[in-house]
């Protein structure tokens, strides 16, 4: 089985580089064009269901995707991205300068207690359990919508990498990452693929996700 990871598209916070977390942001006209050639990458796959955080962007990301296969995204919660109140909309600069001792701490310690912050790995934790869950109720390919911090995060599990390598790595919006699930083993095949969003009118902004 394979398991086909999708962060959401573009929106004009990932544009100026702020923290979005659980704030409802939605998808820019990048971010709705970049979901329109998802469904074009997809539409030769044969997939049964796709999954979704939520938050519009990544629903809306996901919608396209389900048209082909004519479905709704199924929603999980837990596949929602990080819980970042105490800096949301914050450019990462401004999140450095106002919030240093909060954020060195949160950098470096996975279980770090920072009031209003989710630590990483209480992210991983239920991005794991969701993807675990998903698993177990599919034996054919699937698609699953999330976000940046959380999708990084499980990839480390994925790996077997400590939790502060998610920062070796970059996923853009609207990358695909594909995951294989064979006899109860799970590995990763490819990574970041973009060769779907056009290259020549996309652009591609470094996010604060990649920054971190």
């Given at each position: 089985m394979k398991i086909y990871l999708i962060r959401h598209g573009m929106t004009d916070w990932n544009l100026q580089r702020k923290w979005q977390g659980n704030v409802d942001v939605e998808l820019n006209e990048i971010g709705i064009k970049q979901a329109e050639n998802l469904k074009g990458r997809f539409k030769n796959e044969y997939y049964?269901?796709?999954?979704?955080?939520?938050?519009?962007?990544?629903?809306?990301t996901a919608l396209p995707i389900s048209e082909n296969i004519k479905s709704q995204p199924i929603i999980i919660e837990d596949l929602k991205e990080a819980h970042v109140a105490l800096w949301n909309g914050y450019n990462i600069n401004d999140v450095k300068k106002k919030f240093p001792k909060e954020f060195e701490l949160w950098s470096k310690d996975p279980w770090a207690f920072v009031n209003g912050v989710e630590s990483l790995a209480e992210v991983?934790?239920?991005g794991v359990k969701a993807l675990k869950k998903i698993i177990s109720e599919n034996e054919k390919d699937i698609v699953v919508v999330s976000h940046g911090l959380l999708l990084r995060t499980v990839i480390c599990w994925v790996l077997n990498l400590p939790l502060n390598q998610h920062r070796n790595f970059m996923l853009d919006n609207a990358s695909v990452t594909t995951l294989e699930y064979i006899n109860g083993n799970i590995r990763?095949?490819?990574?970041?693929e973009t060769w779907h969003l056009d290259l020549e009118r996309i652009i591609h902004p470094k996010t604060v996700e990649e920054e971190l």
């Amino acid at each position: 089985m394979k398991i086909y990871l999708i962060r959401h598209g573009m929106t004009d916070w990932n544009l100026q580089r702020k923290w979005q977390g659980n704030v409802d942001v939605e998808l820019n006209e990048i971010g709705i064009k970049q979901a329109e050639n998802l469904k074009g990458r997809f539409k030769n796959e044969y997939y049964v269901k796709v999954y979704s955080s939520p938050l519009k962007r990544a629903h809306r990301t996901a919608l396209p995707i389900s048209e082909n296969i004519k479905s709704q995204p199924i929603i999980i919660e837990d596949l929602k991205e990080a819980h970042v109140a105490l800096w949301n909309g914050y450019n990462i600069n401004d999140v450095k300068k106002k919030f240093p001792k909060e954020f060195e701490l949160w950098s470096k310690d996975p279980w770090a207690f920072v009031n209003g912050v989710e630590s990483l790995a209480e992210v991983q934790q239920r991005g794991v359990k969701a993807l675990k869950k998903i698993i177990s109720e599919n034996e054919k390919d699937i698609v699953v919508v999330s976000h940046g911090l959380l999708l990084r995060t499980v990839i480390c599990w994925v790996l077997n990498l400590p939790l502060n390598q998610h920062r070796n790595f970059m996923l853009d919006n609207a990358s695909v990452t594909t995951l294989e699930y064979i006899n109860g083993n799970i590995r990763l095949l490819n990574l970041n693929e973009t060769w779907h969003l056009d290259l020549e009118r996309i652009i591609h902004p470094k996010t604060v996700e990649e920054e971190l």
